[in-house]
Structure formats: structure tokens, C-alpha cells
């Protein structure tokens, strides 16, 4: 009887594990039934919008180096006609013959320079007049050049907080306001900010830089909201570190060249994975995106949620620094 009992139970428990399995597999293969079309669809109009980059003109400033020449690469791949935007014209050149010759079956314009220095804001609308004269229009503009920073706040002199703000924010500002006035008239266009994850969090040692890209990232929020209405995109893209030469070309305190690659850079993404994620942010039209590990992740969650710990966190990276 007491066995008779258990057994009973038992039997019980199997039917209703078995009804859970069989209720859990339907909930299984309805959302698979449900989720494969939408996989299927978001692939197919992530390939259309690339496909619709083909003939844009696409103006990139940082194009001599890192990531700025990754992204050459990239959309000169897709079939646009990229103009290639820094100081060095010796580094351009190169980036253009390497361009040309490692896609040489790629239909599309040869790449254009434009030697250019952000800090010489007079300069700037010159400059792109003369890029409108060559290609007619430009389709998308990517402010990626830019300078880092390397020292603290005592020892920075504001010539140096001065010079990374005119690089990376009033440079990049006065570009965009050259080129927007041509992309309302054709009521298209786009524009893209390279910030930085540290455009959402500061570090210490980086104040200048830090705040050049909480600036444009705010700069780009407004512009965003008040170009809605002429179907202008804005996309702020936040990369968390990238194996370029951004720490040696860095400046310190004094202004010299910090000259050194640091480990977190040397240990980042590569520019061409980071372009590439670039490259499909720019065709979707997303407006804004953070690629980066878990840990910068967690720490822009701490800075808005458990600033305390962010506090500490930072506090705690200053103090065994070693720049000091
Ligand atoms: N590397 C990272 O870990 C990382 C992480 C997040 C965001 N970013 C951002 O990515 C962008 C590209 O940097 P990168 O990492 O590729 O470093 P990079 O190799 O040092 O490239 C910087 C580019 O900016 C150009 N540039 C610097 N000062 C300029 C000026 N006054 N006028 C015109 N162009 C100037 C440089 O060209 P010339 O010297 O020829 O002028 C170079 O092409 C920057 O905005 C940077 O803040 C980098
Ligand atoms: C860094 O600079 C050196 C020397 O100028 C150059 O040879 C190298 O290609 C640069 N690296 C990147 C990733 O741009
Ligand atoms: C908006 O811009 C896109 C390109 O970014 C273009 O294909 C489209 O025709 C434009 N729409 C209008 C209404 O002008």
C-alpha cells in the first residue's frame, strides 16, 4: 500500500516533468518559428543597406592612420568614393596607392586627398569647398581624427587642454557646420562622430580627451534632434580601446609626443574589426554605438547607477598610475 503510494507520486511527478518538457519544447520551436524569419529579414536588410553605400562620397578625416585608414578601406570596399582627410599628404598618399592596389577590382573613383589640420578651423571650409568641387556632394562625413591625452590635471598646461580640444572638438565642429549647410539644400546626408567609451566615462590622465569627447557627443545629441526633420543621420560611435598609434601620437602635459604604446591599446581591437562594425552602424543609420568589451561596458553602468563605485574604481586606478 505505502509503496503502491510512492510509486503513485512518482508517476505523478514523471507526467508533470514530461507535460513541462513538452510545453517548454513548443515555446522552444515557436520562437525559433517566430525568430528565424526575423534573423532572416534583419540580414537581408542589413546586406541592402550596404549594398547602399555603393557611390556615396564619403569624406574621413584621421585617414593617414588606425582606424581612419581602416575605414578608407572598408567603404572604399563597399564602392564609395572616399576622400581621404588628414595632415601628413605623404601618409595619404600611401593610404590611397594601398587603397587602389588592394582592391583593384573594386568599380569605383580613386580615392581623393585633402590635406587638412583640424586645429586650423579658418582653413576648414576652404577645404571642403574644394572637396565639393571634385565630387559634387558629400553623402556622409566621418570626424575620426583626433589626439589623446597622457597627464594629470596639475601638470597639463591649458595650451595642451587648449590644442586636444581643437583637434578633436571646435575642429571636428567646424567641419560639420561647413558641410551641413550643403546637406540641408539636398535634404539628405549624414554625419558621423568617432567618439570614445571615454566620450561616456572619464579617466584619470585623460581629462582633456575625456572631455573633448563628452563634448562632441553631446554636440552630436543636439545636431541630431535638430536635423531630424531633413533627413540628416548622426551617428556617435563609442570604441573602447584599438591597437593604432593614438598613445604614442598622445600628448603629455608639456605638449611633447608621449611616445609610447600602452599595454590597453596595444591589447585592443584591431582597426579593421572596429571599421568593419563601424561600417554597418553607418548603413543601418544607428545613432549611436558603444564596441567594446564587458568591462567599459560595466564600468558606464556603475557611472550612471552606482557612481560611488565608479568614484572609488577611478580613485584607486590614479593612485597607481604611473605617470606620476
Ligand atoms: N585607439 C583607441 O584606443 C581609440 C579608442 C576610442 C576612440 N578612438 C578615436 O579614434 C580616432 C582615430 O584615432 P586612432 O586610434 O586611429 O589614432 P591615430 O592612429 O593616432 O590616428 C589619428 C588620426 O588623426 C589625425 N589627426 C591628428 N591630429 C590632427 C589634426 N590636427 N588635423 C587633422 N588630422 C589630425 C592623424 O593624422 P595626421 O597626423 O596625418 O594629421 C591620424 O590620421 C580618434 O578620434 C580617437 O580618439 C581611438
Ligand atoms: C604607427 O606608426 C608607425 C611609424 O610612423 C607606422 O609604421 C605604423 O604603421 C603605424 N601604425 C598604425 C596602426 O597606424
Ligand atoms: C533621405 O536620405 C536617403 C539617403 O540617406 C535617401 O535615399 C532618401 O531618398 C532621402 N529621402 C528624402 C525624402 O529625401
Known amino acids: 500500500m505505502f509503496f503502491h503510494m510512492i510509486e503513485l507520486t512518482l508517476q505523478n511527478r514523471m507526467n508533470e516533468v514530461k507535460k513541462l518538457y513538452e510545453s517548454l519544447s513548443l515555446i522552444g520551436s515557436l520562437s525559433l518559428a517566430i525568430s528565424l524569419p526575423w534573423i532572416i529579414y ?63 577590382t573594386v568599380q569605383t573613383h580613386p580615392p581623393i586627398i585633402i590635406p587638412l589640420d583640424l586645429a586650423d578651423l579658418d582653413n576648414l571650409v576652404e577645404n571642403l569647398k574644394k572637396i565639393i568641387t571634385v565630387t559634387g556632394k558629400v553623402d556622409i562625413l566621418i ?3 583626433g589626439v589623446s591625452h597622457r597627464g594629470n590635471v596639475l601638470s597639463t598646461n591649458i595650451d595642451v587642454d587648449m590644442k586636444i580640444m581643437m583637434v578633436n572638438y571646435f575642429g571636428t565642429v567646424a567641419l560639420t557646420k561647413a558641410v551641413l549647410p550643403d546637406m540641408v539644400k539636398r535634404n539628405e546626408g549624414h554625419i558621423v562622430f568617432i567618439s570614445s567609451v571615454q566620450g561616456l566615462i572619464a579617466l584619470p590622465e585623460r581629462s582633456a580627451y575625456s572631455a573633448s569627447k563628452h563634448a562632441v557627443q553631446a554636440f552630436g545629441d543636439s545636431l541630431r534632434a535638430e536635423v531630424a526633420d531633413n533627413n540628416i543621420s548622426v551617428s556617435v560611435i563609442s570604441p573602447g580601446y584599438i591597437q593604432t598609434n593614438l598613445s ?40 549611436e554605438m558603444i564596441i567594446s568589451s564587458m568591462l567599459p561596458k560595466i564600468a558606464i553602468f556603475l557611472r550612471k547607477y552606482l557612481p560611488s563605485l565608479y568614484f572609488f574604481a577611478m580613485a584607486r586606478r590614479a593612485k597607481k598610475s604611473s605617470l606620476k
Not at 72 to 78: D, L, Q, W
Not at 251 to 279: C, F, H, N
Request: net charge positive.
Open 248 to 287: 604614442l601620437n598622445a600628448l603629455t602635459g608639456s605638449g611633447d609626443s608621449y611616445g609610447q604604446m600602452d599595454d590597453s591599446t596595444k591589447s585592443g581591437y584591431t582597426p579593421e574589426y572596429v571599421a568593419k562594425k563601424i561600417v554597418k552602424a553607418v548603413a543601418q543609420k544607428k545613432k
Open 42 to 104: 534583419k540580414a537581408l536588410h542589413l546586406q541592402r543597406s550596404l549594398n547602399n553605400l555603393f557611390g556615396k562620397v564619403v569624406v574621413i578625416t584621421g585617414a593617414s592612420s588606425g582606424l581612419g585608414e581602416a575605414l578608407a578601406h572598408e567603404f572604399y570596399m563597399k564602392g564609395c568614393q572616399v576622400v581621404l582627410c588628414a595632415r601628413r599628404r605623404q601618409e595619404l598618399d600611401r593610404v590611397r596607392t594601398d587603397l587602389m592596389h588592394s582592391h583593384s
Open 143 to 145: 570626424n575620426n581624427g
